[in-house]
């Protein structure tokens, strides 16, 4: 009986983020609370990348002014949590949604990590997308439908 009821309760949780707020990096908490409060709103001209740009300043975290966003991880081997920022360069993308094949390309793209779904799995938050237009959207990243191109995933750092 308790492990029905364990199943059940983990059932129920089972679309949540596997990542609690509270156990977060500092930062990577302040980003997620600032994306959450963007989302559906355009933030700066609507850029991809002006999205990460505020949330970097707000929390004023260290990064080159470019596109290297903190400390450079490797999803292979490292956690990537919510907060952390990816760099799309020349990614092409294939999936499937029922029988309909899907391909999407970011050839230059910015994104927020806003949501953990499962290994390799994340809800990411991105404006300048064709699906939320300027404004800022979530949509599910699988890195397994990643067939070309490459993403860099770095972790915020406070300023020195």
């Given at each position: 009986?308790?492990?029905?009821?364990?199943?059940?309760?983990?059932?129920?949780?089972?679309?949540?983020?596997?990542?609690?707020?509270?156990?977060?990096?500092?930062?990577?908490?302040?980003?997620?609370?600032?994306?959450?409060?963007?989302?559906?709103?355009?933030?700066?001209?609507?850029?991809?990348?002006?999205?990460?740009?505020?949330?970097?300043?707000?929390?004023?975290?260290?990064?080159?002014?470019?596109?290297?966003?903190g400390k450079k991880l490797d999803?292979?081997?490292?956690?990537?949590?919510?907060?952390?920022?990816?760099?799309?360069?020349?990614?092409?993308?294939?999936?499937?949604?029922?029988?309909?094949?899907?391909?999407?390309?970011m050839e230059h793209h910015t994104?927020?990590?806003?949501?953990?779904?499962?290994?390799?799995?994340?809800?990411?938050?991105?404006?300048?997308?064709?699906?939320?237009?300027?404004?800022?959207?979530?949509?599910?990243?699988?890195?397994?439908?990643?067939?070309?191109?490459?993403?860099?995933?770095?972790?915020?750092?406070?300023?020195?």
């Open positions: 009986m308790k492990r029905l009821l364990f199943l059940i309760i983990l059932g129920l949780f089972a679309n949540k983020s596997v990542y609690p707020q509270e156990a977060l990096p500092p930062l990577n908490r302040q980003i997620v609370k600032y994306v959450k409060s963007t989302i559906g709103y355009q933030i700066d001209r609507g850029e991809c990348w002006d999205l990460a740009y505020q949330a970097l300043k707000r929390v004023e975290a260290d990064w080159d002014g470019e596109y290297v966003y999803p292979k081997k490292d956690k990537i949590l919510p907060g952390d920022i990816i760099q799309f360069e020349n990614v092409v993308l294939k999936y499937y949604r029922g029988t309909k094949r899907f391909t999407e390309r994104a927020i990590v806003y949501k953990i779904k499962g290994k390799g799995v994340f809800e990411i938050a991105h404006q300048n997308t064709s699906f939320s237009g300027r404004t800022v959207g979530l949509s599910t990243l699988d890195l397994g439908t990643i067939v070309d191109g490459q993403i860099f995933i770095y972790r915020p750092v406070k300023q020195r």
